[in-house]
């Protein structure tokens, strides 16, 4: 094989090797997603093989790519997030805002999301977080609400009155979430750790 040759075959491998690994991909899973043989992927990023056509389309497609993203010689590996996947988690994390209009709706919808794009590692590994804190934020506001009655009934009998103190309770809580969404939604696009910061359950 000629140096020139070589030196392409190489650089496709690293390239396959830099996208896969920047989608938290195993080559295993990268099988598995592909349909191809873990054989092959080794081959490809070892330099081995330069690929077919189809294989390369096959695992562009895996990887959310195109083709040249793979063989364009004048097109450096990249590490960032493809913007596919950024714009699915993004409609992912918007999509517990609907918990504001309907009981649960933050966990359901998210958790829709999640399952039919849970092959993608990353959607996996930021979904799981962002289903988490939902989860969480719902536990903690309904035992607030259940504890709240107590309290009424203690400030009643001080204050001799009733004391809507649920109300201001449930819109603190609902802040703190609409606080978390659009903080996460402003960060993703960036790969910041904010989502690492926050309390998971999953």
């Not at 092959?40 to 690929?51: A, D, F, N, Y």
């Not at 913007?83 to 829709?112: E, F, H, K, M, Q």
């Not at 203690?154 to 978390?180: A, D, E, K, Q, W």
């Amino acid at each position: 094989m000629e140096t020139n040759d070589t030196t392409r075959v190489e650089e496709i491998g690293s390239r396959l090797k830099t996208y896969r690994r920047g989608r938290n991909l195993s080559q295993e899973e990268l099988a598995d997603l592909s349909g191809l043989s873990i054989r092959t992927i080794q081959r490809l990023e070892k330099g081995e093989s330069v690929g077919s056509a189809y294989t390369l389309r096959t695992l562009a497609r895996a990887l959310q790519l195109t083709p040249e993203d793979l063989i364009a010689p004048q097109s450096p590996p990249c590490t960032a997030t493809h913007p596919a996947t950024v714009d699915y988690l993004l409609r992912l994390n918007w999509s517990a805002l609907a918990g504001i209009i309907l009981p649960l709706a933050n966990i359901i919808l998210p958790a829709i999301f999640l399952w039919h794009h849970r092959h993608d590692q990353l959607v996996k590994q930021r979904g799981r977080q962002i289903l988490s804190f939902q989860i969480i934020w719902t536990l903690t506001t309904l035992l607030m609400m259940l504890v709240i009655p107590l309290l009424l009934a203690g400030l009643s009998i001080l204050v001799g009155m009733p004391f809507p103190l649920f109300i201001p309770v449930y819109v603190v809580c609902l802040g703190v979430n609409l606080f978390v969404v659009f903080r996460i939604a402003l960060q993703l696009p960036n790969q910041t750790s904010f989502l690492d910061k926050l309390p998971t359950m999953l």
